[in-house]
């Protein structure tokens, strides 16, 4: 049985560290595809990366349903280090899940599974934060739409592969859809959904 | 006793999570009001309550944090709100528009062109732009959610009957991203075009009903108009009288009253800058006066 003094901890300075953190999630956000920094300042449970974990003690509360793919939702380590730091629900039904936490791509769901909104209330959906192998190499991507100048780049090794032509949903859905958040070690890139992701080949 | 009386920001965390998870939706879904669980804040309601929320959800430490009431840094509101966050939060403040990572306004656009590490953080009294066509919410919801905009064209078109051309002065109705109508805050609609793929990210916060949205940079803003009355940006015709600027905003100011007036930028950041870099206009301020004096006669 782990006790509170085993767990990993949470952030060092709560309240600069969930700033820094929001502020690199809300740059992410505004600027699809550029790859933003976060400062780990917070342990992390096995299973999560750091840069997860920030994103949890930064967004995650009493108020937000949570669902965690298989993996996680296996280890009660990451089951307790959540309750424990966050006090967040960890929910079985993943359609009313305000974020989803997917430790490997290949266990996310289908897309649709996951709370859309609807026409009236498109904000009530779930955010799904996706590890990656890593967002710097890997496939180019070519993306479009709000927060871009143009067209951005963006490299990355991201499972599942088909991951964006999964996200094409979110064309025809709109104003409904699925913002996601990618997150490879202390990196993160945002994929909100209005971008428009074409891949450039390998 | 040293420890401080409040959270950094005042805000505490939980309200903190709360705005921000609202601040990411509403950069998601540009031009929607996300609705969001406004506290009460050591203000009134509409001295920017709304804007404050954003502003304490998003500085941190590093941030240099301008505050404008109507593109001035000098009034009662601006430097009321500047001296709270330099007290809750310590962080830098300024009055330049370029040194600033975060601006907080009341109703303008700074002249000086934005740049990509800038937010520019709205207070908006009254954040939909349907209401005074439709006072229901549920009516107005049902209208964004089907993009049902033709209301909003009978009320121009309504203005073009009455008075030959588009009499909105301000708050002047925009399209965001070809989807959503949005109220710009009571800004000019001079103000408009400023809007429209800026590399800034602009956050827009209602306190008093409740909802915070956002347009990410380089995003269209379309306003509102017909092929036959396009869009046109209103200012008054005449120089700033302090720095000569023909293409800034201006604020009428009566002088005495006898009704005597004089048209000066509405930006006093812009306005000093320009006369700091030697501009001056017709009634400019008598230093450099003295200084136009001197290089005249010597």
Redesign the interface.
Known sequence: MTTIAELPPGFADKVLSAQSTFRSVMDAMARPGSVQPIVPMAGAPDTMMRGTAAIALTLFDHDTPLWLDARMADSSDVLKWLKFHTGAPVIQDSSIAAFALISDGVLLPALERFALGTNEYPDRSTTVIIQVDSLGTGRSFELRGPGIDGVATLQASIRPFDLFERLRVNETLFPRGIDVVLVADDAVVAIPRTTRVVSKGV | MNAPAY??AYLD??T???I???????????G?Q??FASREMPMPYGWGTGGVQVTA?????QDVLKVIDQGSDDTTNAISIRKFFAKTAGVATTTSTDEATVIQTRHRIPETSLHANQVLVYQVPIPEPLRFLEPRETET??M???AEYGLMHVKLYEDIARFGHIATAYAYPVKV?A??VMDPSPTPKFDNPKMDNC?A?QLFGAGREKRIY???????VVSLDFEDHPFEPYRFNAPCALCGAENSYLDEIVTDDKGSRMFVCSDTDYCEGRQAAGHHGAQSAAPYKDKAQEASNG
Do not use: C, D, S, W
């Open positions: 959270n950094f965390e939980q903190k999570r709360m921000r998870r609202a601040i990411l939706k509403a950069i998601a879904i540009p929607y996300v609705p959800a998003i500085l941190g430490p919801r049902r964004h959610a089907l991203n989807r959503y590399p990210l956002a347009i990410p940079p380089y995003t269209q």
